[in-house]
């Protein structure tokens, strides 16, 4: 595990009845392996012990070799006694360069007014800055769910960037040189180049879900005039094809887009789209 990333999913398993927690494993980890590559793991122990593994044993190797600790905090998580042991382990762990715990409040009513939680893993969770899912538990279709957990994958990219870099892959590098870039762009109709200007202004370096990206334009008064889901897919794809930014599909059927740092820099250096 020594050149492994990992992020340890600490949660009360009855908090997991309806499945919530698993579909939120599921979109945070499609968003960081994006990010972060192959060397990044999200333990959540539904996916990740083996049939005959000493379960606890692997818990708490995983907790304790862990750099993040996400928790996901209700009532129920700070009566659990496994997930006591997951904190200490994390907190008491094997000697790691840098660790950082990402709460994420699900159901804390209890937590947050009761005198009865003032043990020093209460405080510790209290004073960290977390990212609050209450109230999409009912409904994890929501654009608002969505956005957090883009917020999630990008709060945890930037923290294993500053502290972990080394074992980040490095960026795709742009496929082709700028004479190319420059005479692409310059083939594009204003509709094209308005909408390639706000990928690159609004959501570069990090991906974002295509359907989210339309979502995000559609009532912006400065956007493109894209008249349907169906249009924006067809322009995007044209500047797939000229080689301007990259289309990644994912296992869910999602389509990412990603641009190039270095078609960035040449777009904003020649201005080569509208501001």
Known sequence: MKNQLIGFISYAHLNDSDNFITELVKQLSG????????????????????WG????????????????????????????????????????????PSTRIFPVYYDTTKFMFSKEYEENWHKTMRETQYIDLRDYKLDRNKKKFKHSIFTMAIRITKYVESKYSHLIPPPKKCPI?????????????????????????????????????????????AAPNINSLVEFRFRVKELFYLKLLDLIKMESRITIVKGYSEIKFILKNRNLIPS
Not at 33 to 46: A, P, Q, V, W
Not at 61 to 78: G, H, R
Not at 199 to 215: C, V
Request: proline letters at 5%.
């Open 53 to 96: 593994d000493n379960w606890q044993k692997v818990m708490l190797d995983s907790a304790s070799n862990a750099q993040i600790l996400i928790p996901v905090i209700t009532a129920e998580y700070f009566e659990s006694k496994s997930c006591r042991l997951e904190f200490q382990a994390f907190l008491h762990g094997k000697k790691r």
């Open 177 to 221: 040189l700028e004479p190319e870039v420059v005479k692409n762009v310059e083939k594009l109709s204003r509709k094209q180049k308005k909408l390639l200007g706000i990928i690159y202004k609004q959501f570069h370096p990090y991906e974002r879900p295509l359907d989210d990206i339309y979502d995000f334009i559609v009532d912006r008064p």
């Open 31 to 50: 968003e960081l392996s994006i990010r972060l590559g192959e060397k990044y793991k999200l333990f959540f122990d539904r996916e990740s012990i083996e």
